[in-house]
C-alpha cells in the first residue's frame, strides 16, 4: 500500500494550501494528521466514504476535506492559515485493523 501526498509548502499568514494524497488502492476511512515543532502527532480530519467528515476544533471553518473515491485521492484544502498551522502533514487510511501512513509533507506558515 502506498499514500502519496503533496501539496506543501511556505505560505503567509492568512494564505492557502491544498494537499493531496494518492492512496494505491481505496480505503473507507482516509484522514490528516499532523505534528508541530516539539508536538506530538495530532488528529486534523477525516473523511469516510461514506461523506462523514470530522475536523479538530483549531481547523473547523478553515479547512475542508474531500475525497475523489474513483481515484482514491483525499484533499485538504487549508485557507487562512496562520503559524499555529505549520507542522509536517501525515495522510492516513484505515481498512478494517490496518492503519496506514504517508510521508510527511512540510507546511510551513510565516511571513
Known amino acids: 500500500v502506498q499514500l502519496q501526498a503533496s501539496g506543501g509548502g511556505l505560505v503567509q499568514p492568512g494564505g492557502s494550501l491544498r494537499l493531496s494524497c494518492e492512496a494505491s488502492?481505496?480505503?473507507?476511512?482516509m484522514g490528516w494528521y499532523r505534528q508541530g515543532p516539539g508536538k506530538q502527532r495530532e488528529f486534523v480530519a477525516s473523511?469516510?466514504?461514506?461523506?462523514?467528515?470530522q475536523y479538530v476544533d483549531s481547523v473547523k471553518g478553515r479547512f475542508t476535506i474531500s475525497r475523489d473515491i474513483p481515484e482514491n485521492m483525499v484533499i485538504l484544502q487549508m485557507n487562512s492559515l496562520t503559524p499555529e498551522d505549520t507542522a509536517v502533514y501525515y495522510c492516513?487510511?484505515?481498512?478494517?485493523?490496518?492503519?496506514?501512513w504517508g510521508k510527511g509533507t512540510q507546511v510551513t506558515v510565516s511571513s
Open positions: 492516513s487510511a484505515v481498512e478494517g485493523v490496518e492503519t496506514y
Open positions: 473523511m469516510f466514504k461514506d461523506g462523514q467528515k
Open positions: 488502492r481505496s480505503f473507507w476511512f
